[in-house]
């Protein structure tokens, strides 16, 4: 019964803060998002000669193609963020940024790395989150008439975006044999769960992301190291790598599961 009473004292919080935030919150959540594509971009402009250097000397492609690598990346990140956030052509500004996932993951041998793979799927899935949201709801022929209700196309993107969010969580697992390390384990297990099956969603995502950025504030204080340190540029990376995850949680939070999810069919039954 106690349990009961917890469960519903946050939930009724976690509703409080949407209705506080319901204006905000989808355009920061959006902002969140596009953050690791912006700060690649911004990167690739500072850092042109050793991007540049780095792709010629690992793929042998010469200095022309190894130089159009990295202004396809430049102007592929910064144009699709700009897009995104003035609200234009959205559709087409993600279906770019996809590929400019694909091409990093195959030009920087992120597929054979299993945790950046996996971070790489998870920033996907906040995409897909994003291309869920710029996409109307389809209409029915015949308005007013009781139908079958068959789930759509923008109901299974944010199925998908939702499942491969929580990717992010397993590389952040530790298997360690520790009180704290198995139950930091077993709890953040069992609210990744929640997401991907979309129970108790809102709460749940609310939750990741309280916890996602504590982590990434403790674990990826990028500005506290030189930036002359090579380690400097891996914290950052990884950063705004967990924002754009915490953008894709934000997104869930503000819209809902979708209609592929427990909570919705709740409401069936």
């Known amino acids: 019964m106690r349990n009961n009473v917890l469960m519903v004292q946050a939930e009724d919080l976690a509703d409080q803060f949407l209705r506080v935030t319901k204006q905000y919150l989808p355009h920061v959540a959006r902002l969140c998002l596009i953050s690791t594509f912006l700060e690649d971009g911004v990167r ?5 000669s050793e991007q540049r250097d780095y792709i010629q000397g690992t793929w042998g492609c010469g200095y022309f193609l190894a130089a159009c690598f990295v202004l396809l990346n430049l102007l592929g990140q910064l144009g699709g963020c700009v897009l995104i956030l003035s609200r234009t052509i959205v559709q087409h500004a993600c279906f770019g940024l996809f590929g400019i996932i694909a091409m990093q993951t195959i030009a920087y041998s992120i597929l054979w790395d299993l945790k950046f793979l996996m971070r790489n799927l998870a ?35 944010q199925l998908g975006g939702r499942v491969l969010l929580v990717l992010m969580f397993m590389t952040l697992l530790h298997f360690e044999f520790s009180l704290i390390t198995v139950l930091q384990n077993l709890v953040g297990t069992a609210l990744i769960v929640l997401v991907a099956v979309g129970f108790k969603t809102k709460l749940a995502a609310l939750t990741l992301v309280l916890w996602l950025m504590a982590i990434n504030v403790y674990f990826n204080a990028f500005w506290s190291v030189p930036s002359s340190k090579p380690m400097h540029d891996f914290l950052k990376y990884d950063f705004f790598q967990t924002t754009s995850v915490i953008g894709g949680l934000l997104l869930v939070v503000a819209l809902g599961p979708g209609g592929v999810s427990m909570d919705e069919k709740k409401k069936e039954w």
């Open 44 to 48: 690739m402009w500072f850092q042109w």
């Open 123 to 157: 920033l996907g899935g906040g995409l897909l989150l994003l291309l869920a949201e710029s996409r109307g709801e389809g209409k029915t022929m015949f308005a007013g008439v009781p139908t079958v209700r068959q789930s759509t196309p923008k109901e299974y993107m």
